[in-house]
T-cell receptor
């Protein structure tokens, strides 16, 4: 158990819909990262937050947005969903910004039909 | 997005064999890390390397941070069935302020047969 909690674990929805994925980082970790992993693909970095502020953006679509709340949990909002958005979405947290050591949650599997 | 070149893409080996995989980049990194992902789970950190030339072991795993800071390798000795999974390298570069960039490799899928 990494200490990072993601909900929901599985989500099935239709094209055009909007979903919210939630992440609670490890206790004490200030950074939260979101990654997307499509079938048999690597990990694509979406966005990073540090102590409530956006710090880095990767290949995140304009239809996607995220935020980190004062209690440090984070939400990833995916809207106007398309079939190609079907993927595993991972949240990771870290305390140190110096070493890149991330602790990943178990992921939220999104299926868009 | 940017990804590291990781090879091989997949390996099918017999239990007891040694495994070697590597990762190369056109960019210099401050830290190299190796993660393992098992089916249905998130990646788990195996080894972190902080200095060029550093050689670090974790049980049957040994990893090295290349002298040029642009590559790293991971060796697994005497493989066992529970070594099955996808192994990802990752390079970490420190940007300004509190931003940092972690780039993942394309992964090496390891299958171990009895």
């Amino acid at each position: 158990d990494s200490g990072v909690t993601q909900t929901p674990k599985h989500l099935i929805t239709a094209t055009g819909q909007r979903v919210t994925l939630r992440c609670s980082p490890r206790s004490g970790d200030l950074s939260v990262y979101w990654y997307q992993q499509s079938l048999d693909q690597g990990l694509q970095f979406l966005i990073q937050y540090y102590n409530g502020e956006e710090r880095a953006k990767g290949n995140i679509l304009e239809r996607f947005s995220a935020q980190q709340f004062p209690d440090l949990h984070s939400e990833l909002n995916l809207s106007s969903l398309e079939l190609g958005d079907s993927a595993l979405y991972f949240c990771a947290s870290s305390f140190s910004r110096v070493t890149g050591e991330l602790f990943f949650g178990e992921g939220s599997r999104l299926t868009v039909l | 997005g940017q990804q590291l070149n990781q090879s091989p893409q997949s390996m099918f080996i017999q239990e007891g064999e040694d495994v070697s995989m590597n990762c190369t980049s056109s960019s210099i990194f401050n830290t190299w890390l190796w993660y393992k992902q098992e089916p249905g789970e998130g990646p788990v950190l195996l080894i972190a390397l902080y200095k060029a030339g550093e050689l670090t072991s974790n049980g049957r795993l040994t990893a090295q941070f290349g002298i040029t800071r642009k590559d790293s390798f991971l060796n697994i000795s005497a493989s066992i069935p529970s070594d099955v999974g996808i192994y990802f390298c990752a390079g970490h570069a420190i940007n300004t302020g509190t931003a940092s960039k972690l780039t993942f490799g394309t992964g090496t899928r390891l299958q171990v047969t009895l």
